[in-house]
């Protein structure tokens, strides 16, 4: 079957960025969907207003009547792997024969629609796929658009296209983790980076960076692969390939970098057309290489300077993408997904040089038991570019605890004297009755709870 030939659709973990937009999609195109997931949250709060219904209980007798008011072969039951395996529902639905995907494998039908940009990379690929859609919806070019995150510009992570014109692209976050990626049919494809990551499932970088190379094969072959300088140095990718860096001697690279407190400004040096003065509304070094890879696809499907000034200048960001949340006299106030070393050391590079004489304090809470403990010393590592470290205790997602790994583990690797563990609600007590100059949350995991609370206590300064 097509897969918008169903007549009803269940998701196992609805709730999820990725699900959440699958979710949407087929609810845009009027089919019934509703789902399980273990957390209310904003983004299910946003669903179930749009007519997306959302469980938050395991009810395996409800899920039967649900499903029973269709024809078996009339119904596709989309999971995530964050699922449980012993998750009473997905036992139910194995057991009794239901056709069940996982989320990338019906993305991967959908791309199979349309001219895919795929964008990929352990670190960088959300915002990138966010500014990759806002140069084409600014210039006018007809696509679809699944988002890893919720674009500040739309307040969305889908945007919804005409499918009946000819030439239809769709810009798709291309995740790796489970190798989801290789489902996908890309025309055109970026790799923002290649680093260790995701080791409970691959167990070395060395197949991380396997997966990378088979998803750069899988490009049309009359596309393109954008690829950053540090990636191509460390796999071997096919020949119909652009380069891009942020200040290396690559086809496209940024000259005449500078920074304001919410902006970055660059030259373009670019085989297509050079473009000089270009304003990102959003700042941050990082943030500037991620808008050099969205500037070479735009180029190459055809968008010209002008169009890509003007989206680069009217660009907002993603939510929990250095997100600037509370900026006044007395204190700043940055929210960020970052939850990996690499993501981590860039978020705090980038405020340190926006901010280079303010204190800077950070809240991390790590995500996963194993990628804590795979990836200690590097997360010390990095933490240690604060000057002041709060740590909230590991979020677990999909995982059981691994003993030994806790957050105090971490906590006696940092150097810094100004380190602490703390619970939530102590925390929220502590900035109540403290002063920061500059503070950042960080983490991946429910952390997120913790947004409002934090600047309604510094609003009140």
Do not use: W
Not at 48 to 56: D, K, P, S, V
Not at 242 to 263: D, G
């Amino acid at each position: 079957m097509k897969i918008l030939d169903y007549k009803y659709y269940y998701f196992l973990g609805i709730g999820g960025i990725g699900m959440s937009a699958l979710a949407r999609y087929f609810h845009h195109f009027q089919k019934p969907v509703s789902g399980y997931d273990k957390t209310k949250t904003a983004l299910t709060d946003s669903m179930e207003m749009e007519g997306i219904q959302c469980y938050f209980d395991e009810n395996v007798n409800r899920l039967k009547t649900l499903l029973e008011k269709y024809n078996k072969e009339d119904v596709l039951i989309i999971y995530t792997p964050a699922v449980p395996n012993l998750h009473s529902e997905y036992q139910y639905i194995l057991n009794n024969n239901y056709n069940i995907q996982k989320r990338s494998q019906v993305l991967g039908e959908i791309t199979k629609q349309f001219k895919t940009i795929a964008i990929a990379g352990t670190h960088g690929k959300t915002t990138t796929t966010t500014m990759v859609t806002h140069l084409l919806k600014n210039a006018g070019i007809n696509c679809f658009s699944f988002m890893g995150g919720i674009s500040k510009n739309y307040n969305t992570n889908l945007l919804l296209g005409d499918p009946s014109q000819e030439n239809t692209f769709i810009v798709v976050e291309a995740d790796e983790y489970d190798r989801s990626f290789l489902t996908l049919s890309p025309y055109y494809s970026i790799i923002t980076s290649c680093d260790a990551d995701h080791l409970d499932i691959y167990g070395s970088h060395q197949y991380v960076k396997e997966s990378y190379e088979l998803f750069a094969q899988k490009i049309n072959k009359n596309g393109l692969l954008i690829v950053n300088k540090n990636v191509d140095n460390d796999l071997s990718l096919p020949s119909n390939k652009l380069i891009y860096s942020l200040n290396l001697n690559t086809n496209y690279v940024a000259e005449n970098v500078r920074f304001k407190e919410n902006e970055a400004h660059f030259d373009l040096v670019s085989p297509v057309e050079n473009i000089k003065d270009l304003t990102l509304g959003i700042t941050g070094a990082h943030n500037i290489e991620n808008s050099i890879a969205a500037i070479a696809v735009a180029q190459q499907i055809g968008i010209k300077g002008a169009h890509i000034k003007e989206a680069l200048r009217s660009f907002s960001g993603v939510k929990r993408r250095f997100d600037f949340r509370v900026k006044t006299n007395k204190v700043v106030y940055i929210d960020d997904y970052a939850h990996h070393p690499e993501e981590l050391k860039a978020t705090i590079s980038s405020v340190r040089k926006i901010y280079p004489n303010k204190k800077i304090s950070g809240i991390f809470q790590p995500h996963l038991y194993s990628r804590t403990r795979d990836f200690a010393d590097e997360f010390a590592t990095s933490l240690d570019l604060l000057d002041e470290i709060f740590l909230l205790e590991i979020y677990p997602a999909r995982e059981l605890p691994i003993e030994g790994v806790n957050s105090n583990m971490l906590l006696n690797k940092l150097k810094k004297e100004k380190k602490k563990v703390i619970g939530k609600e102590d925390l929220l007590k502590h900035i109540k009755e403290n002063e920061f100059e500059v503070l950042l949350t960080m983490g991946a995991g429910d952390i997120d709870s913790l947004i409002t609370p934090i600047e309604t206590i510094l609003k009140e300064r």
